[in-house]
């Protein structure tokens, strides 16, 4: 059964402390994987990923995939206080299913 | 147990029909999403229902119409389908907390 495991859980961290969160797949027929940031409502979309070793930036906010060991890596430099929320992973196959983790609960302590 | 399931997985009709989507969570949350994912895969919030009330309905064409029969199922019925409603779309349940649980995805094409 294809999963998607995301790591840790929740995690607290002090504004200016840099993170990561990891996301583990087991998918058939992977074809790309996605992160969301959700706050109040709707997820918002941060990054896909499809190919091995190509890193993805946005501001402070970086990803690279690993599809030869299966894992994503989300990193946040320099935290802020809204960056506090839930981060999602997930994973396409080639039938566009998606396959969500469970999500890593981020909080930024000012 | 899949804790989110959506039906069909994919659906692909003509303009002008009717269809609907149903979705099921065995979690015992008490909140229920839809979510439309459009081609630049944002996320875009369409209803909520806590308790089988509805509690968000965001700027949604009225041919869209949720129905809650019970707290573990949220369906999402369509009318008169056009060609803009091709898309993923999402249920999700919630229960305490920000974390939401999505369903698998319904992908909807509009021939």
């Known amino acids: 059964e294809d999963k998607v495991v995301q790591s840790p859980l929740s995690l607290v961290v002090h504004e200016g402390d840099t993170v990561t969160l990891n996301c583990s797949y087991e998918?058939?027929?992977?074809?790309?994987l996605l992160w969301y940031k959700q706050e109040k409502k709707a997820p918002t979309f941060l990054f896909m990923l499809?190919?091995s070793g190509i890193e993805k930036k946005s501001g402070r906010l970086s990803s690279i995939l690993d599809k030869k060991e299966l894992f994503s890596i989300l990193n946040i430099t320099a935290t802020q206080t809204g960056d506090s929320a839930v981060y999602l992973c997930?994973?396409?196959?080639?039938?566009?299913?998606?396959?969500w983790g469970a999500g890593t609960k981020l909080i930024i302590k000012p | 147990d899949t804790a989110v399931s959506q039906t069909p997985k994919y659906l692909v009709t003509q303009m002008g029909n009717d269809k609907s989507i149903k979705c099921e969570q065995n979690?015992?949350?008490?909140?229920m999403y839809w979510y439309k994912q459009d081609s630049k895969k944002f996320l875009k919030i369409m209803f909520s229902?806590?308790?089988?009330?509805?509690?968000i309905n965001e700027t949604v064409p009225n041919r869209f119409s949720p129905k809650s029969p019970d707290k573990a199922h949220l369906n999402l019925h369509i009318n008169s389908l056009e060609l803009g409603d091709s898309a993923v779309y999402f249920c999700?349940?919630?229960?305490?907390?920000?974390?939401?649980?999505f369903g698998p995805g319904t992908r909807l094409t509009v021939l």
């Open positions: 499809t190919s």
């Open positions: 997930v994973c396409m196959d080639s039938n566009y299913q998606l396959i």
């Open positions: 229902y806590n308790n089988k009330e509805l509690i």
């Open positions: 998918v058939t027929n992977f074809r790309s």
């Open positions: 999700a349940s919630r229960a305490r907390g920000l974390t939401q649980y």
């Open positions: 979690l015992g949350h008490d909140t």
